[in-house]
């Protein structure tokens, strides 16, 4: 699509959500692959001054329900199906349990009773438009993270989300009318930033690929010519091994995305001189910070105090600060970070007493100062919680999940290099396992640990 084409189809979208009767700050919440409609329809519900709720896409009911009513929705976007499961179907059941929700749309083909189709409402071309007061200040998107005391909504303003983009396109050094590649998820704070943010700060093209499939992403990337590459780190190192400079001879720049901020430092070397790589170091929801691999291929020391974007260039504007927490943890704050969505809360029986926020968030990967170079070593997650990928939740509810399966099945987070963690279960009966599992509105991880694998030589 055209820079033209686009602003059609936001306008259009934008036209459905103020006809649907969605009054201005309201929330509507979006659970979309990594395709055009999820840019689209962020955009077009800023336009009508909406507030955009990411939903990651392996979320079912049970937390699609609580995310609703956490933020008082009033509207969900989704797809008819994605990566063959019925999204359609899991948005209506779980607004029918909130009530908060007023409309629900989708794209695609066979939607459901009472679902509206915004595939219709792009074609139809609605100018409807309301005049809305943008105040860079005000709440943009919502997106929800885990930390040790449960399930949290993050809010953050246009401003905030302007900081994290800049702070990735600075320290990579992107280009003007760059041509961007994003095989990473979107659902996230990182994930919007990182592909949303630069392409609008670059001004250039951006595609987008769902699901990753080497061949095709190889494809792709020749076929339009991209020049940066944003995408997990697991495989941004993979591709270190296809000789990229002669098979993709655009490439000039990787954007590593470290969902496991502990693991850079270990991670192998960047060989290929030609394409500049980029860490990106990300906190679940809390915030990001990035740094270019030095010229031998190395991760960047990370030192504590402000830094700017980018890193190596003296008197640049603060794009964050790291500092250590008494509890042996690394902290952050900054411009992209939303502290009060972290500030703790007060203790019982004790609201009348007035608690000063503070202007950090703690992320709870435990840290330490090496000791002739004094750069920041991250050696541990945050305790208490499981992170598979970019799917995070606390450990004791894996127990309480493994419980409801009854005696003798067994459901355990085994520690993986790439994901972090990976799931594992055992039941008398793996089949009726996953049903149990699936009727509770668990995540597809959870089912899939009870896949057979008797057919590999061991259960």
């Known amino acids: 699509m055209t820079f033209a084409e686009t602003d059609q189809a936001i306008s259009a979208l934008s036209a459905h959500f103020i006809e649907a009767g969605l009054p201005v700050n309201s929330v509507v919440a979006v659970q979309l692959p990594n395709t055009v409609e999820f840019i689209l329809t962020v955009l077009a519900a800023?336009?009508?001054?909406?507030?955009?709720?990411?939903?990651?896409?392996?979320?079912?009911?049970?937390?699609?329900?609580?995310?609703?009513?956490?933020?008082?929705?009033?509207?969900?976007?989704?797809?008819?199906?994605?990566?063959?499961?019925?999204?359609?179907?899991?948005a209506m059941n779980a607004a029918a349990e909130a009530f908060s929700i007023r409309h629900v749309c989708g794209f695609g083909e066979d939607l459901p009773e009472g679902m509206a189709s915004l595939d219709l409402a792009l074609k139809s071309g609605s100018t409807t438009a309301r005049t809305v007061t943008q105040d860079g200040r005000r709440a943009a998107l919502i997106t929800f993270d885990v930390t040790a005391d449960g399930f949290r909504a993050v809010p953050r303003t246009h401003l905030n989300l302007i900081a994290g983009g800049l702070a990735i396109f600075l320290e990579s050094r992107i280009a003007l009318s760059a041509k961007l590649m994003s095989a990473f998820a979107p659902s996230s704070f990182a994930g919007f930033v990182a592909s949303h943010l630069l392409w609008l700060l670059s001004g250039g093209t951006l595609a987008l690929h769902h699901p990753f499939d080497a061949e095709v992403l190889e494809r792709q990337i020749g076929e339009d010519g991209c020049d940066t590459l944003i995408a997990p780190a697991a495989m941004a190192l993979r591709l270190a091994e296809l000789d990229l400079a002669a098979r993709l001879p655009t490439l000039r720049g990787v954007i590593a995305m470290w969902r496991t901020p502990e693991q850079v430092a270990s991670s192998a070397h960047w060989t290929d001189e030609k394409i500049r790589f980029t860490d990106v170091y990300l906190f679940g929801e809390a915030g990001l910070f990035g740094a270019c691999r030095t010229a031998d291929g190395l991760p960047a020391p990370i030192l504590l105090g402000p830094h700017g974007a980018p890193r190596d260039i003296p008197g640049t504007s603060t794009a964050g600060e790291t500092l250590l927490t008494p509890a042996g943890t690394l902290a952050l704050r900054g411009p992209m970070v939303a502290a009060a969505a972290y500030a703790p809360s007060s203790p019982p029986g004790d609201s009348l007493v007035a608690h000063a926020a503070r202007d950090y968030v703690d992320t709870g990967y435990a840290a330490r100062l090496h000791r002739s170079t004094k750069a920041i070593m991250i050696t541990s997650p945050p305790a208490g919680l499981i992170s598979v990928g970019g799917y995070r939740f606390l450990s004791r509810d894996l127990q309480e999940w493994s419980k409801r399966l009854g005696q003798g099945a067994l459901l355990t987070a085994l520690p993986d290099r790439l994901c972090g963690y990976r799931l594992a279960g055992r039941a008398q009966d793996n089949a009726r396992g996953r049903e149990a599992l699936s009727q509770l509105g668990l995540n597809p991880l959870m089912v899939e640990a009870f896949r057979d694998r008797t057919l590999l030589g061991y259960s």
């Open 46 to 90: 800023h336009r009508a001054g909406l507030i955009v709720a990411l939903l990651p896409q392996l979320w079912r009911q049970a937390e699609l329900t609580m995310a609703l009513n956490r933020t008082g929705a009033r509207a969900i976007v989704t797809s008819a199906r994605i990566d063959g499961v019925n999204h359609a179907d899991l």
